[in-house]
């Protein structure tokens, strides 16, 4: 399937952001190993403090600009950074510019 046939959604607890889930569980390519999809976060665009008990995270920033939190920390990250999410971290993602934020994220396991 090509990429513009995968539906954009919302997945709960990300606001004025919508993803297109490419490969897992629910994914147009299945797979229960992983979660791999890509996300556009319109400006101010988020998704709420929260962590996953046993998956751990990789984000890359495709295009844009944002705010990532990990537990206590914050940092500014842009077009090409890669961010870690280890299993359980609290995290959030926030777009601080006022153009869409692109994103790959992988997620291993699925949750």
């Known amino acids: 399937m090509k990429f513009e046939q995968v ?5 709960p607890g990300h606001v004025s952001s919508f ?3 490419i490969a897992g569980p ?9 979660d791999f ?3 556009i976060y319109q400006p101010a665009g988020y998704v709420e403090t929260h962590a996953h008990e046993k998956g751990e995270h990789v984000w890359f920033i495709l ?15 842009r077009s090409r950074d890669t961010i870690h999410i280890p299993a359980g971290t609290e ?3 926030r777009n601080t510019s006022g153009k869409p934020l ?10």
Not at 102 to 111: C, N
């Open 7 to 11: 539906e954009w959604w919302a997945p």
């Open 19 to 21: 993803s297109k889930l």
């Open 26 to 34: 629910k994914g147009v390519a299945k797979s229960e190993a992983m």
């Open 37 to 39: 999809r890509i996300s």
């Open 63 to 77: 295009r844009g600009r944002g705010l990532v939190t990990l537990d206590d920390h914050r940092y500014t990250v």
């Open 91 to 93: 995290h959030s993602l």
């Open 102 to 111: 692109y994103l790959m994220t992988i997620l291993v396991p699925p949750e």
